[in-house]
C-alpha cells in the first residue's frame, strides 16, 4: 500500500523568509508526485508535480520541491514567503493502479505572519 | 474554460434523508474522482469513474453510498439515509485520459452537514 506522510502539522514563517512544508512517501516502483494548495472554504489547486526528470521541480507561485529518491522524501519549498502563502498543503503520490488517483498526506498548514 | 464545478457548495440533511451531490468535469475531461475530506484529516479517494462505468469503488462505502457518471450529464454522488458521520466535504476531481502525467484538477467542494 502506498502512503505519503506530512510530519508537520503547522509551519509558521515570517513574511520574507524561506518555508519548507516536509513530505515523505512510501511507494513501490517509481513515484509519481504532487503537491496541492487549499484555501480556506475552496478545493485544491494544483501547484507542481514530478514524474521523472530533474530532482528539482519548479510550480505555481514561485514554489519548488525537492525529490529526494534515497531519503524518500519530497519538500515543497519557496525562496521567500509571502502572508497570501497561508493556506493547507498537500502533498499526494499517485496510485499504482495506473489512474490519476492520488493517495494524500493529512496536510500541512502553512502560516506566514506580516 | 471552466473548471470543475460542483453544486451544490453547501447542503444540510436531517439524518434519514438523501443527499445528492453533483459534479460537472472540466471540458474534455472523461475521468471523474470523487474523494471526501473529513475535518482534521486529507483527502480520501472515493471512488473513480468514467463515462457509464465504475472502474474504481475501492474507498466507497458498501452501504448507502453509490455514484455514477452517465453519457450525458454531470456524475453524482449520491448517500442514502445520511448519518451524523457522513458529515465532511466532499470534492470531485476530473482528468484527461493518460495515467502517470496528468494531474487531477479538483472542485471547490460539497459540504454536507446532516443535523
Known amino acids: 500500500a502506498q502512503s505519503v506522510a506530512q510530519p508537520e502539522d503547522q509551519v509558521n514563517v515570517a513574511e520574507g523568509n524561506p518555508l519548507t512544508v516536509k513530505c515523505t512517501y512510501s511507494?513501490?516502483?517509481?513515484?509519481?508526485l504532487f503537491w496541492y494548495v487549499q484555501y480556506p472554504n475552496r478545493g485544491l489547486q494544483f501547484l507542481l508535480k514530478?514524474?521523472?526528470?530533474?530532482?528539482l521541480v519548479k510550480g505555481s507561485y514561485g514554489f519548488e520541491a525537492e525529490f529526494n529518491k534515497s531519503q524518500t522524501s519530497f519538500h515543497l519549498k519557496k525562496p521567500s514567503a509571502l502572508v497570501s502563502d497561508s493556506a493547507l498543503y498537500f502533498c499526494a503520490v499517485r496510485d499504482i493502479r495506473g489512474y490519476s488517483t492520488l493517495t494524500f498526506g493529512k496536510g500541512t498548514m502553512l502560516l506566514v505572519s506580516p | 474554460n471552466a473548471g470543475v464545478m460542483q453544486n451544490p457548495r453547501h447542503l444540510v440533511r436531517r439524518r434519514g434523508q438523501e443527499a445528492r451531490l453533483r459534479c460537472s468535469p472540466m471540458?474534455?475531461?472523461?475521468?471523474v474522482y470523487w474523494y471526501r475530506q473529513l475535518p482534521e484529516e486529507g483527502l480520501k479517494f472515493m471512488v473513480y469513474l468514467q463515462k457509464e462505468n465504475i472502474i474504481d469503488e475501492s474507498g466507497m462505502p458498501k452501504e448507502r453510498f453509490s455514484a455514477e457518471f452517465p453519457k450525458e450529464g454531470p456524475s453524482i454522488l449520491r448517500i442514502q439515509q445520511v448519518v451524523r458521520g457522513d458529515s465532511a466535504a466532499y470534492f470531485c476531481?476530473?482528468?484527461?485520459?493518460?495515467?502517470?502525467?496528468?494531474?487531477?484538477?479538483f472542485g471547490q467542494g460539497t459540504r454536507l452537514t446532516v443535523v
Open positions: 471540458k474534455g475531461h472523461s475521468h
Open positions: 514530478y514524474i521523472t526528470g530533474d530532482n
Open positions: 511507494v513501490s516502483g517509481n513515484p509519481y
Open positions: 476531481a476530473s482528468s484527461l485520459p493518460g495515467g502517470s502525467n496528468t494531474e487531477a484538477f
